[in-house]
């Protein structure tokens, strides 16, 4: 118990200092708050993040807080993964390749009272990372301008949240989440001539709360068969956040600062999930999510020769997701045969962009992965599980750059029975 006390804190520790990294090199993460993360847990990556509808006792499943109350009371849930990953970049007959390795979530999960269970723990929430430039000859006398585009960071949340079980069928949660990180990106042009060479810098730095609410009703249809019923509401609300943009000509060491006040702005989310199990080996979990981005401001610069910075509308717009997964185990109970008892998982999704480029909706994402959930022995348990899944994204919109994401994931969750008594005979 020591041991896995102290593995999990330095987990906590690896995850907040993994909020400055960043898990992509989409260009595409430089619009909006960044590339929104995938807040699953790895039993649900091998689902391609399904996960609503799931009611288990043996994890923790932040993406509907009402499921809290199905964890196991004897046990204590302790779940952290990683992941690394290898995009190719598209546009015409130019291709490259870029890596990332981030350390993602760390979760905890326990029964704090009858029917009432709890959780906590570290999720990501969003990633700012790139940098690629763009050349354009203008003429003999102003030569060649050269853009150069960088971003970096991102916004993680830790929340703590519970779930309770109102009668045989209804339970509900929250997850209350504190939001924060920082995000820069920075434009620079030069050129070959004389011309000016502009600098401009965007910082928006986030500290607020998220609230995520979340509800499940578990129907046995027979002896075999239960339907589940989730739905999360997420609340919107301004972040209180100041973003800034500092326009710096630097042959004239000159410097404009415009500020944008309470800018940055969380949407009203939606989801609903239906998850069918069949004799404890078979769960389907079929999910929708709407966010609402096109009723928020965003802050930009005006299209004209001013060029003030302040907010705009009609640069987001509502996302929509649709997720489907599959976990099958053959018999989770088989003490002779260990393949029996690993859980196989596949899953699909569909998700549309929540942000405009030039005035063009930006790229659709197609996603299919696949997994495994091996179980961990030792001499007193085979609960804990090694999850282990691949994941393929592709994002792509005519007249932009393609990009496929090929991903793996590794998540550990050790599901221990610390509140179990003990006898000696």
Known sequence: MKKIITCNCMAFLLALGAQAQSGTNSPYS????????????????????????????????????????????????????????????????????ARNTNFEYAVGSFRLFPKVGMSFGILPFSNVGYKYQSSSYLDSANGT????YNGSGGYRQAFIGAGWLL??????????????????????????????????????????YKVDLGMQWQQR???KNTLTLG???????????????????????????????????????????????HDS??????????QKWGKIDFPAESAGTNGDYALRSGLLKDRYQVKIGVDYVPNETDVRKFLNRIHYRCGIGYATPYYYINGKEGPKELSAS???????QNVYNNRS?????????????????KENTFRINIGLTFNERWFAKWKIE
């Open 30 to 97: 430089q619009y909006g708050i960044g590339l929104l993360s995938d807040a699953s847990q790895g039993f649900s990556r091998g689902m391609n993040g399904a996960g609503i509808g799931l009611r288990k006792g043996n994890i923790a499943n932040t993406l509907n807080p009402a499921s809290y109350s199905a964890v196991d009371s004897l046990t204590m849930i302790f779940d952290m993964g990683v992941s690394g990953q290898i995009t190719n970049f598209k546009e015409g007959a130019t291709s490259i390749n």
């Open 231 to 277: 739905a999360t509401l997420g609340l919107g609300h301004k972040l209180g956040a100041t973003p800034t943009c500092e326009i710096i000509n630097i042959n004239a060491a000159d410097t404009t600062t415009f500020q944008v006040e309470n800018g940055l702005a969380l949407p009203v989310s939606y989801g609903v999930g239906l998850a069918l199990s």
């Open 167 to 208: 009668g045989r069928h209804l339970s509900i949660g929250a997850n209350v989440s504190y939001l924060w990180g920082t995000t820069e990106r920075t434009i620079q042009t030069s050129s070959t001539t004389s011309i000016n060479s502009l600098k401009k810098d965007y910082k928006a730095t986030v500290s607020s």
């Open 145 to 148: 301008i050269t853009k150069t």
């Open 370 to 376: 696949a997994g495994f959930g091996i179980p961990l």
């Open 221 to 223: 249809l027979n002896a």
């Open 281 to 290: 080996k078979l769960i389907i979990d079929a999910d929708f999510t709407l």
């Open 385 to 401: 599980v090694l999850n282990i899944s691949a994941q393929w994204t592709r994002t792509a919109a005519t007249g932009m750059i």
